[in-house]
């Protein structure tokens, strides 16, 4: 067995160890690995910050989510037999199914078949910075990078428009608002 068959192998044992997991089990680990992206990212961010300042981390991570969520949308789209072009009510159910789902309060509504909001009700890195009397992290930039190339990756007819995103002044009630549109 070569080196490649024998990393296969070990990891399709784990899979096989997680497909003899319960249910609840699974669900905290699928909840953590949520927990150590998201801790990967924002140290990743720091990082790069640290280093660069700012400015250049903003611009760094801009490209990141520029690729990444799309793989992410395509990842989830596949999981959930959806094919592109589902519209809204796709993409409503796709928001569902991202990372930040996992660990993040939200709320999507679809207003209309040609009209939908989301809304970050709770964010842990925005609430994470207000525990640590920090103001609130400008991710604006990177969230019209990210909430357009989802959507897009989910039917490329679909529009995005920022509601409200720090450093934008935002309700008490959500942290970040999005609306989606089909022409």
Not at 8 to 20: N, P, T
Not at 99 to 106: E, G, P, T
Request: charged share 30%; net charge positive.
């Amino acid at each position: 067995m070569g080196a490649a068959d024998e990393v296969r192998r070990r990891g399709d044992d784990c899979v096989e160890l997680l497909k003899a997991l319960p249910r609840e089990e699974l669900v905290k680990i699928i909840v953590d690995d949520a927990k150590n992206w998201l801790a990967h990212d924002g140290l990743w961010f720091q990082a790069v910050e640290s280093t660069y300042g700012m400015k250049e981390a903003v611009k760094a991570d801009a490209l990141a989510w520029e690729k990444f969520t799309v793989i992410e949308a395509k990842r989830i789209m596949e999981r959930l037999g959806l094919a592109p072009g589902g519209g809204l009510k796709a993409l409503g159910e796709c928001l569902k199914h991202r990372f930040y789902a996992r660990l993040n309060s939200q709320r999507y509504e679809l207003l209309t078949e040609k009209k939908a909001v989301f809304y970050m009700l709770d964010c842990r890195v925005q609430a994470a910075r207000k525990r640590k009397g920090l103001p609130d992290f400008p991710c604006k930039s990177v969230g019209v990078v990210e909430y357009a190339g989802f959507a897009r990756a989910v039917d490329p007819r679909i529009e995005t428009h920022c509601l409200a995103c720090p450093p934008d002044k935002h309700p008490a009630e959500y942290w970040c608002g999005w609306e989606f549109t089909l022409p």
